[in-house]
């Protein structure tokens, strides 16, 4: 598309680069040489340098050697648990909840969250992250981040069956008061934590909330197979089966991890009535020596998308979806036996619309196309770990790194110009976040949020 030439200039041009496009049958593709013009926030126009040169533009930037990508998005995490990482290492996962991570979340206050949030939403940004998913405690100050940062989020409050009804409200509260703050920036979410630790009756009845009010569920299920075996053993159906007979399946439901899906599960997911999503995070677990991963192709097969994650910096030690994207390229291919599982083109369309998809922002994310946000990131490939190029598919997922990230853009604001945050003083955070610390990571308490067990 070549743009008009208007009496106001565009906020921002992005010329001499390679953009990542997509075809009408959403297959990847790349434009050469190409500029964007973004206008109100707004792509208007993916067309040549050469089409943009005389375009009167409020601001330019010369990408030349850089790839222009839809901004990435982390479709499940706790951004917060930056506080907690290398906290609890080499651990299985119920000593990992039990001993370490919820003993440490009893202590947790308002300002510890907006700390941690405020040092994720830095990584994130520095990674080429634009959006993420979050769902968490005292979503309120994760919120206020999120305005100051330029994120744009998906934002649930967490919540237990063992909070009382309390708990189901608050989540639903600030769903309602959230819900298109920031610009329209944040999204919100109903945030049940897991059926392992939410009950029947709350999850129907937050399935009841969601269609009512119009929003999405975000939580995890089957999360890996030891969830799956007790819960059979316990009470005769999977996960996703509970998820099933409590209507949750019917909501716009956005899955967390999902290892544990079984083969019968997958009827069920395929005629859910709401948009079905799975976040797969795989380097967790690995961490976590699960035996299983995220059954990314049999999800596809019946029209589930599959987002990228990193869940929190607790159990991943990371938020970098670069990461992500390798890892689940890489992994799949093992899991499937077939290196032609997954390739990297299927990466980046995970990566991408599939991603947005997930996290409710398919019509608007997920592309650089007219009519889309302006989440657009800068990768430099003019390093030595990056050429030659014979595949940019390939360079991209498998060689290009997360620090390779120059700018982010978000809403057509630049946050990180060549590698320079301009909207998060992290060497402020860190100094507070330390000295928070020690009361934050105190244990002899004894007390702890909930209990793993399942």
């Known amino acids: 598309m070549t743009p008009s030439a208007a009496d106001d200039p565009a906020e921002l041009i992005i010329s001499a680069c390679t953009v990542l496009v997509h075809d009408d049958q959403e297959r990847i593709g790349f434009a050469e040489d190409a500029a964007i013009v973004v206008r109100g926030g707004i792509v208007e126009a993916v067309t040549t340098t050469a089409e943009a040169a005389d375009l009167p533009a409020a601001e330019r930037i010369d990408a030349a050697g850089q790839v222009a990508l839809p901004g990435l998005i982390n479709c499940h995490t706790h951004a917060p648990m930056v506080a907690l990482r290398g906290l609890a290492e080499d651990l299985p996962t119920e000593e990992w909840f039990n001993d370490v991570v919820w003993p440490v979340e009893s202590n947790l206050t308002a300002t510890d969250v907006e700390l941690g949030a405020r040092l994720a939403c830095a990584e994130m940004i520095r990674a080429g992250v634009t959006c993420f998913a979050d769902h968490y405690f005292a979503m309120d100050a994760v919120a206020r981040v999120v305005a100051e940062s330029g994120m744009r989020a998906l934002l649930g409050e967490a919540f237990f069956s063992s909070q009382g009804p309390e708990g189901r409200e608050r989540s639903l509260e600030f769903a309602l008061r959230l819900r298109g703050a920031a610009d329209g920036r944040i999204t919100t979410a109903l945030a049940p934590h897991a059926p392992y630790t939410v009950d029947d009756t709350d999850l129907a009845t937050t399935a009841k909330l969601a269609r009512t009010h119009g929003l999405p569920v975000h939580l995890h299920a089957a999360e890996n197979r030891d969830q799956t075996e007790t819960s059979l053993a316990r009470h005769g159906v999977t996960p996703i089966e509970v998820l099933e007979r409590t209507t949750i399946l019917h909501t716009d439901l956005l899955l967390a991890h999902g290892t544990g899906i079984a083969d019968s599960d997958l009827p069920l997911l395929e005629r859910a009535d709401g948009r079905t999503a799975v976040a797969t995070a795989p380097r967790g677990y690995l961490k976590f020596a699960w035996p299983d991963t995220t059954p990314v192709r049999a999800l596809r097969d019946i029209g589930v998308d599959v987002g990228l994650a990193t869940d929190g910096a607790a159990s991943n030690n990371s938020l970098d979806v670069w990461e992500s994207m390798a890892l689940t390229s890489l992994v799949q291919k093992s899991a499937e036996g077939d290196p032609r599982r997954l390739t990297s083109r299927q990466a980046l369309h995970h990566a991408t619309l599939q991603s947005a998809r997930a996290v409710g922002l398919g019509d608007s994310a997920g592309s650089i196309a007219p009519g889309r ?66 009361a934050l990571v105190d244990r002899s308490h004894g007390r702890r949020v909930q209990r793993y067990d399942t």
């Not at 989440?375 to 990056?386: C, E, K, Q, R, W």
């Not at 290009?400 to 057509?412: F, K």
């Open 373 to 438: 946000r302006a989440d657009i990131v800068l990768v430099d490939l003019t390093g030595p770990h990056t050429q030659p190029v014979h595949d940019l598919a390939a360079t991209l997922v498998h060689s290009a790194r997360s620090a390779d990230v120059r700018t982010t853009i978000v809403d057509g604001r630049i946050l990180m110009r060549d590698r320079e945050l301009l909207t998060i003083d992290v060497p402020a955070v860190v100094r507070e976040l330390g000295e928070r610390l020690p």
